[in-house]
């Protein structure tokens, strides 16, 4: 069984069963055989009940995002949106299973075609600190695109999944479609990636179990998508809007308590602007309001575990006598609460500098010129996501160039759009979701060659 604690209270609220192997083998079983009816169906019906899933997920935004805030802490707000998101995602790849359009090429001596075909059954693995609207990104182009299946959400956070799951046969959709097996990485998500039923592995997490499940799917040349981790710059220039950079700097890394791989946690200040930037950040973060995520003027709740919580101590203890910085206050007691913090006067090359801390954790770090900005922005192994500064739109597109990362924002931290493409370079992972071509990240191109020669006259 998996024990489901309330990160905000340490205390138990349900009990799940975990899956086993036999477990996976059977729910595999069960999505191949609806998968062939589901994709054998018109496009206009299964684009129907996509929509239709999507509507009852709609009436039920508020449950959904209670379960959030239990299982996960996150804060009342940003539970709605990522229900919400689950929505808007489904609705968007409805939208694309009338248009998973194959092509016609043009060739000598017949008519050339390509169809656009599913791929079977695809098995998703999704992580703790969006177990939401990550699920999402997989599920519903996969079932657009005519596949099946499987949800291994994180063990921490299996209770909105589950409730999703419910959902969708309430919608309407086929039994065995879309299954959700929660379980424990090593048996069940292990399960997952060898099975031989298995088409492809959706999976966000660590670089380091990403590394060890695209071992795994080599063997089988399964496909794979990764979304890995990050250490994002926030990269202000002098030439900048101060105040509205260092007004948004908290949330950039704040969000979900920093337990986000898009977190903006190296922030990279022009040396000239650095002590002003400096003074309109601190009180930015000592205002942060930290506590209760039920409460609706709660900005940022506690972390996931106490593991997690002894992890980015670790990495503040490490750096403290070296450091200076800037501190918010987090509440005492029970929970597994760490106060927004700033570590200033770091070496670039420090720990806290270079890796991923996934908790509510920054550094400031200065450079000299454009050039610095650039080296530093991309010192480092992973390249997810990032944000520039500056009113110099020639400068912006320059550095949106050069910095090394899948998604960047220019005067902003907006890093995921469900109608544009997301995914990193480097060690932060291996193909694209969202986006127009979600779909077809689900699919198998076939080409049929036709001859129109006939017999000699």
Same mark, same amino acid.
């Given at each position: 069984m998996l024990q489901v604690l309330n990160p905000a209270t340490e205390e138990p609220v349900a009990t799940v069963p975990a899956a086993t192997p036999a477990d996976v083998d059977a729910a595999v079983a069960r999505a191949g055989a609806a998968q062939r009816g589901w994709a054998a169906a018109a496009p206009a019906d299964r684009a129907r009940l996509l929509r239709r899933f999507a509507a009852v997920v709609d009436d039920h935004i508020e449950e959904l995002a209670r379960l959030e805030v239990t299982e996960a802490g996150h804060t009342i707000g940003n539970a709605r949106w990522e229900a919400g998101n689950v929505r808007d995602l489904l609705d968007f790849a409805a939208g694309g299973v009338e248009r998973l359009n194959g092509r016609q090429i043009p060739v000598a001596g017949g008519l050339d075609i390509t169809i656009l075909e599913p791929l079977g059954v695809v098995g998703v693995i999704a992580p703790w600190n969006f177990p939401m609207p990550i699920a999402a990104w997989a599920t519903a182009p996969a079932l657009a695109a005519g596949n099946a299946v499987l949800l291994k959400?994180?063990?921490?956070?299996?209770?909105?999944?589950?409730?999703?799951?419910?959902?969708?046969?309430?919608?309407?959709?086929?039994?065995?479609?879309?299954?959700?097996?929660?379980?424990?990485?090593?048996?069940?998500?292990?399960?997952?990636?060898?099975?031989?039923?298995?088409?492809?592995?959706?999976?966000?997490?660590?670089?380091?179990?990403?590394?060890?499940?695209?071992?795994? $799917?080599?063997?089988?040349?399964?496909?794979?998508?990764?979304?890995?981790?990050?250490?994002?710059?926030?990269?202000?220039?002098?030439?900048?809007?101060?105040?509205?950079?260092?007004?948004?700097?908290?949330?950039?890394?704040?969000?979900?308590?920093?337990?986000? $791989? $898009?977190?903006?946690?190296?922030?990279?200040?022009?040396?000239?602007?650095?002590?002003?930037?400096?003074?309109?950040?601190?009180?930015?973060?000592?205002?942060?309001?930290?506590?209760?995520?039920?409460?609706?003027?709660?900005?940022?709740?506690?972390?996931?575990?106490?593991?997690?919580?002894?992890?980015?101590?670790?990495?503040?203890?490490?750096?403290?006598?070296?450091?200076a910085g800037i501190r918010g206050k987090?509440?005492?007691?029970?929970?597994?609460?760490?106060?927004?913090?700033?570590?200033?006067?770091?070496?670039?090359?420090?720990? $806290?500098?270079?890796?991923?801390?996934?908790?509510?954790?920054?550094?400031?770090?200065?450079?000299?010129?454009?050039?610095?900005?650039?080296?530093?922005?991309?010192?480092?192994?992973?390249?997810?996501?990032?944000?520039?500064?500056?009113?110099?739109?020639?400068?912006?597109?320059r550095a949106s160039r050069a910095v090394r990362a899948g998604n960047l924002s220019v005067n902003s931290h907006s890093s995921v759009r469900y109608w544009t493409p997301f995914g990193g370079y480097q060690q932060s992972g291996l193909g694209r979701e969202l986006g127009p071509d979600a779909l077809t990240a689900f699919t198998e191109t076939k080409n049929v060659f036709i001859s129109t020669e006939g017999p000699a006259l």
């Open positions: 959400p994180a063990e921490t956070t299996p209770l909105t999944a589950l409730r999703l799951a419910e959902l969708a046969l309430e919608a309407g959709l086929p039994e065995g479609l879309f299954q959700v097996l929660p379980g424990t990485g090593p048996v069940a998500g292990n399960a997952l990636v060898e099975h031989p039923g298995i088409a492809k592995i959706v999976f966000t997490g660590s670089t380091r179990v990403g590394k060890s499940i695209m071992a795994k $799917c080599a063997d089988q040349v399964k496909r794979v998508t990764l979304e890995l981790g990050g250490k994002s710059p926030n990269i202000v220039f002098a030439d900048a809007d101060l105040e509205a950079a260092a007004a948004a700097a908290p949330m950039s890394f704040l969000d979900n308590s920093g337990q986000d $791989c $898009c977190a903006r946690t190296r922030i990279l200040v022009q040396r000239s602007a650095y002590d002003r930037f400096l003074e309109l950040l601190a009180p930015a973060i000592e205002e942060i309001v930290v506590g209760d995520p039920a409460d609706e003027r709660t900005q940022m709740g506690p972390l996931i575990s106490r593991a997690q919580l002894d992890r980015v101590r670790s990495y503040v203890t490490d750096a403290a006598e070296h450091a987090a509440p005492e007691g029970p929970g597994f609460w760490f106060p927004p913090t700033v570590l200033t006067g770091v070496a670039e090359n420090a720990p $806290c500098a270079v890796e991923e801390i996934f908790g509510p954790v920054a550094v400031v770090l200065p450079f000299e010129d454009e050039a610095d900005a650039i080296r530093l922005a991309n010192a480092t192994e992973y390249g997810l996501s990032g944000s520039i500064w500056t009113r110099d739109v020639g400068r912006a597109l």
